[in-house]
DNA sequence: AATTTATTTTAGGCAAATCTAAATTTATTT
DNA sequence: AAATAAATTTAGATTTGCCTAAAATAAATT
């Protein structure tokens, strides 16, 4: 059971839990997300299912099991304490912890994460409001309204961006907008999907569809 | 200036770095403190003359150019700190801290490494009482009184430990002994080099050659 | 339903880091 | 100064993770 996975292995096991969020897995989108191309993917698949860590045979979806799973919140467990404990205790910006936490992800101690997470007080999401999952591995469900589905003239909470793309952070540190930003929808426009809102107190932003589907707010 | 080197290619430069201090190095030496066979440490012998890291040529002796100098102060700057904040925020003990640091060091954000040193206030010396190069890469020189060449009947500071190896550490640990004690020498015994010591105010110790020569004291 | 296009997998290779076994060189004894 | 022993290097393999190009399969169009 204290099996120990290559930087490799983890990261694919990670890219797979998230994308599979997002419905159908591709063996191209699977590549893409780890910027290697699909027959490397293919290799990796085979490696994984010995490993029984996914199910997968030629031509098949990608599923994990629950062992890949279990090592997938771990490994997300991880990188988000560390995100915390970047962004939290060494002041680093929004869109500076993500690539740092993607190395520091697979130091393995077990023991090194249980006793950060006491350090940070076992905090409950990460800096771009994204839930931890605790030491057993559970992960509290989030409600996921996106901006671009928001009521109208209510007042939202930013909790969360749906990606941690550093172009996308870069633009809204530039709004100002963080997470706990309040934010309310004034205006639709059909015509690109964008809409205007009110940030703050007085700021009024357009806001184009794919940052609207981006915030995540409650 | 920007070159990255693998975890192995690190590992190999510090040691180089470690072992040299203590005289010749070999090619056994070398391999035997990475864990690995002498084949391959020549194997990366080469690759490092060829990154000029060090000077070599087959059969003869090993040395670290500037530019391998720099990388090893630089990656035991890394470790260091790392050990630094694991005993100091995390709470781990003596023993536990330099296995989880081999791993971090390798994280290779300067930025990381720099705000992390801010965070922890600059200290100059690891939990073991070793000099923490700065960031330029200068280290402090350190006296290296061992307890084995220490005078008779004078109160010293243990002020470092001259290995990192887990069984040194737990036997100190099961003394008592730690950075910080006061250790004096009462008597020498020509037959085996051990040595009789005052430790704290009132407990009496008989020490083998082996920690005497472990333990560095000022 | 047949053809074309797109996706995925296989085949064959390469670089990094390791190994064992054999060859070479250096060091130590007789 | 040989002979022997020890250390080091080379030769040849292996594993991991990646690649390109070709083959196989699945999806989309006509
Ligand atoms: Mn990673
Ligand atoms: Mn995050
Ligand atoms: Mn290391
Ligand atoms: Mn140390």
């Known amino acids: 059971m204290l099996t120990k996975y ?27 997300a780890l910027n290697t ?7 990796m698949l085979k490696k994984l299912k010995e490993k029984k860590l996914i199910s997968w045979s030629p031509y098949k979806s990608i599923q994990l099991t629950a062992k890949g799973k279990k090592l997938a919140l771990d490994i997300i467990r991880r ?3 560390w995100e915390f404990f970047l962004s939290e205790k060494l002041h680093f910006e929004w869109d500076e912890v993500h ?13 090194l994460i249980d006793k950060l997470d006491a350090y ?25 309204l996106r ?20 172009k996308l ?9 963080k997470l706990g930003t309040m934010i309310e929808v004034i205006k639709r426009f059909d015509f690109d999907e ?10 009024t932003l357009h806001l184009s569809e794919a940052i609207t589907k981006s915030l995540i707010v409650k």
Request: hydrophobic share 40%; charged share 25%; net charge negative.
């Open 6 to 32: 290559s930087v490799a292995e983890e990261n694919y096991i990670k890219s797979i839990f998230h994308l599979q969020e997002g419905g159908a897995l591709s063996t191209g989108a699977l590549s893409g």
């Open 37 to 43: 191309k699909p027959a490397s993917a293919t290799d």
């Open 79 to 81: 990188h988000r304490l």
């Open 99 to 111: 690539a740092i936490a993607e190395e520091l992800e697979h130091v393995s101690s077990k023991k």
């Open 120 to 144: 940070l007080h076992f905090p409950q999401v990460d800096p771009h409001g994204d839930p931890i999952p605790d030491a057993q591995g559970k992960m509290p469900h989030q409600e996921q």
């Open 147 to 166: 901006l671009a589905q928001a009521p109208l003239n209510k007042p939202l909470r930013v909790v969360a961006v749906a990606s941690q793309e550093i």
């Open 169 to 177: 952070l870069e633009l809204l540190k530039h709004f100002d907008i």
């Open 194 to 203: 964008s809409i205007e809102v009110k940030v703050g107190k007085n700021k």
